[in-house]
């Protein structure tokens, strides 16, 4: 198992409005295609305006194919534009747990 964390930074208050998009047009594509959602959060302290998302996938692989056919849905495609448009920065990492994580 790997998870991957999503972290976008948004324009200064725009954070309501990418919540709004996503919890009414985007979620439901994107578990229809990305599978196991393992959170979803925005930052109150620290950096603001940051949306944090958390996919596990079985390996590499089932990521590359996840986010393929995510990418091919044509709902996906009209959505995203309008999403992108309140993102200013991305940046995505891929987690590894250990032995001992609680989330394997």
């Known amino acids: 198992m790997i998870y991957e964390m999503r972290t976008y930074r948004l ?3 725009a954070v309501a409005a990418y919540l709004k998009l996503v919890l009414e047009e985007g979620i439901t594509v994107q578990t229809s295609h990305l599978g196991q959602l393992v ?7 620290g950096p603001l305006n940051e949306i944090v998302h958390i ?3 079985a ?3 089932d990521r590359a ?3 393929a056919k995510l990418a091919a849905d044509p709902r996906w495609q009209k959505f995203l534009p ?3 448009a309140l993102i200013e920065t991305m940046e995505s990492k891929i987690l590894v747990p250990s032995a001992f ?3 394997q």
């Open 55 to 57: 996919w596990a996938y």
């Open 59 to 61: 390996d590499l692989n």
């Open 82 to 84: 309008r999403l992108q």
């Open 65 to 67: 194919a996840r986010r």
């Open 39 to 45: 959170g979803y959060f925005f930052t109150e302290i």
């Open 11 to 13: 324009r200064v208050g």
């Open 101 to 103: 994580s609680p989330l």
